[in-house]
Nanobody
Framework: QVQLVESGGGLVQPGGSLRLSCVASGTGHFTLDYYAISWFRQAPGKEREAVSCINFSNGRTYPGDFVQGRFTASRDSTKNTVYLEMIGLKPEDTAVYYC??????????????????????WGPGTQVTVSS
């Protein structure tokens, strides 16, 4: 069973940057190569929103429509870790950011495979607050 833990959130000024990490662990000879990992975020009173989905096997990413080049997902296969590099942060980026995992790395290729309801394993989240 996969366990996920996010880190790297915090308070940042508008225009600033943050790098979030999501470390995965499991039993035996665990690897994320058979999984899709996705970053989601949820602001107070809003629905959970897909940020970027990554095929952990080949590293290909599928960013959400609002990203517009500001957020970049990547992975380190030697560490079973996924990152989310965020630049040009805006107050509307304030949210709890989660990573989630689901078997089937190719699921990211289709929109239905990137929805929150289809991901079964979640981390506890990390708060990102963008404010002056």
């Amino acid at each position: 069973q996969v366990q996920l833990v996010e880190s790297g959130g915090g308070l940042v000024q508008p225009g600033g940057s943050l790098r979030l990490s999501c470390v995965a662990s499991g039993t035996g000879h665990f690897t994320l190569d058979y999984y899709a990992i996705s970053w989601f975020r949820q602001a107070p009173g809003k629905e959970r929103e897909a940020v970027s989905c990554i095929n952990f096997s080949n590293g290909r990413t599928y960013p959400g429509d609002f990203v517009q080049g500001r957020f970049t997902a990547s992975r380190d296969s030697t560490k079973n870790t996924v990152y989310l590099e965020m630049i040009g942060l805006k107050p509307e980026d304030t949210a709890v950011y989660y990573c989630a995992a689901e078997p089937g790395p190719d699921r990211c290729r289709v929109p239905s495979g990137r929805t929150a309801s289809t991901f079964g394993t979640w981390g506890p989240g990390t708060q990102v607050t963008v404010s002056s």
